[in-house]
């Protein structure tokens, strides 16, 4: 009879064939105004901004973070959380820059 696999058994390691996923505050992103838009362009620009070869990063929805801005939408990434930064963005024009800034683009 053959022995089973234990279930304790090391981890895998696995790497996906997606771009890193954007964290946003859900409850940020239904008080806002702009939240919709906000939203939608988030979307698009994760769209357009994938690497070659792989799917575009997920939009993910969070709990919140614990900051609560009165106009803004907190928008994290893996990233951006080890460096311990958050993005905030009003409206749908700040998405690019903002993105750039998840990413660790510095104006010069």
């Keep these: 009879m053959p022995e089973k696999r234990s279930k304790s058994a090391s981890p895998m390691l696995v790497r996906p064939k997606r771009a890193a996923p954007v964290l946003v505050c859900r409850k940020c992103l239904k008080r806002s105004d702009e939240g919709r838009d906000v939203g939608r362009a988030?979307?698009?620009?994760?769209?357009?901004r994938r690497p070659d070869g792989l799917k575009p990063a997920k939009l993910v929805m969070t709990g919140c973070f614990g900051l609560c801005p009165k106009r803004s939408i907190v928008v994290a990434s893996g990233a951006s959380l080890q460096r311990q930064e958050y993005v905030l963005v009003e409206d749908r024009a700040q998405v690019p820059r903002a993105l750039a800034l998840l990413n660790g683009e510095r104006d010069g």
Excluded: D, G, R, T
């Design 42 to 48: 988030l979307k698009s620009e994760l769209k357009a």
